[in-house]
């Protein structure tokens, strides 16, 4: 049955390879969101401005959006209109659909007006200290539940952000600050905008009570923090591994995508939530003893899933995969390769207890509606595993050339693991395709059961290799006797090997730098 499953899942990403668009009619290049807030109740009222490149002709297109259910939560449109002129439209549960004919090339700016309490995307409560915020918190594809988009990963656009507010609040939001206007009566309008096109997934705006700190710039890059106010003093420090993380990832992947990197304590129901130049952290996240590693996973994120991002969700380990091994390698550097290899013991530990739960491979094309299932230990320490075992396979300077080409080719684009592969081959002059697939679509393993017999007379030590699990892996594997290293290709069911040696080894090691993901019985 596993050899069955497996096949078809790896056929099944074959042909998703294939699959149609996710919206194919059209193409977002810009939105403008007008967005009121208020302390009275949790209704906001919206206006959407979409600039909208047309890729065929159609006789009417869609946009998602939650329409207001049974229970008065989701967005009702009161009115379309392109310029001064009404658009006919009508509203489903989840869409909007534009009843108006366009033509492949055509671009058009539709505004959109409406008013509601989201169902979801948009936060709107009290933080752990009593006072009231609100955040966007749009992963997978939430956003849809406060904005009139196309929520999908593939489809990138730059935006604005026009927030209206009580002026007691300060607003946060992607790309830099236009400004702030008071518009009296207790109120003020904040103007963020963003220049680099993004998924709706990381989209965001924060509206609270904060403490907002500055500490410095990390190679011309602007760090700026929020925090709650009762927590500024322990928040503002926390939150400056900013400033010692960003200039990793910026020498060894390329320049930072964005206009700055903002750290936002938050109501997230993610520990941390990537969300393009304003990063979501958890409440309690300025007092935790894992903020480094937290913020340096997030921010790693800002190259790869915000600017680099996956073409739909079956190859998230683009995304979270990197951001976990990214974060390994930026503690590796900072704190020494010790810090790395019990890093990864941990992540292999933690892949296998998932394993027993779910037997699926990294790239999964099973799930077609939850999601957040995929928030799993395939797409980030699994995914983690396959860039760390690549590393070690074509070296350190393929490896780092690779990761650079890969976000220079695909920044503010979308890409798949085929495309990952074809940057990282011609980094390394080697043919990858095979190690891609078994990895990637491949569920499970390698578990090896190993013997080993030193011969006196011919001084000689033998030692046999066989996998335990159904589908078989082919790699390479290290070992180490007496401290002395050596490798072996495992293939097959059983690898055998032999090697002189003068006396019995008192120990045999295998995998002793935690180079492989494999585990031993």
Known sequence: MKKLRT??????????????????????????????VSDSSNNIRGEAAITIRFKTDAPSFTLDLTRRNSEGKGMTVSSVREGKKGVRFTQNTTQLLFNVPVKSGEEHTYTVTYEGIPADGLIISNNKFGRRGFFGDNWPNRAHNWLPCVDHPSDKATLDWHITTPDHYTVVANGALQG?????????????????PLSPKVMMIGVADFAVDHPGDALGIPVWNYVFQENKEVGFKSYKYALQILPFYIQHIGPFP?????????????????????????ENSVTSPGVESLMAHEIAHQWFGDAATETTWQYLWLSEGFATYMTHCYLENKYGVDTLKKGMVKDREKLVAFEKKRWTPIVDTSEKEDFMKLLNPNSYEKGGWVLHMLR???????????????????????????????????ASNQDLHAYFQQWLTQPGHPNLKTEWNYDNDKKELSISFTQ???????????????????????????????????????????DPNVNTLVTFN
């Not at 964005?258 to 958890?282: D, H, M, P, W």
């Not at 780092?400 to 890409?415: D, E, L, P, Q, V």
């Not at 097959?492 to 090691?509: A, F, H, M």
């Open 7 to 36: 096949l078809l899942l790896a056929t099944s990403v074959t042909l998703a390879a294939h699959a149609q668009p996710y919206n194919p009619t059209i193409d977002v290049q810009h939105y403008d969101f007008t967005l009121e």
């Open 392 to 426: 070690r396979r074509i070296g350190d300077q393929a490896f780092w050339k690779g990761i650079s080409t890969y976000y220079a080719t695909y920044r503010n684009k979308n890409a798949t693991s085929a495309d990952l592969e074809k940057v990282m081959e011609t």
């Open 468 to 510: 335990t699990n159904e589908q078989l892996f082919e790699f390479p594997l290290e070992y180490a006797t007496d401290g002395v290293l050596h490798s072996v290709d495992i293939k097959g069911k059983t690898t055998s090997v032999r090697i002189p040696l003068t006396s019995k080894p008192s120990n045999v090691v295998f």
């Open 258 to 282: 964005f206009e700055k990197c903002g750290n936002v304590q938050s109501k997230t129901r993610f520990g941390g939530l990537e969300n393009a130049s304003a990063i979501c952290y958890f």
């Open 180 to 196: 702030e206007k008071d518009l009296g009566n207790h109120k003020k309008l904040t103007h963020w905008k963003e220049g680099v």
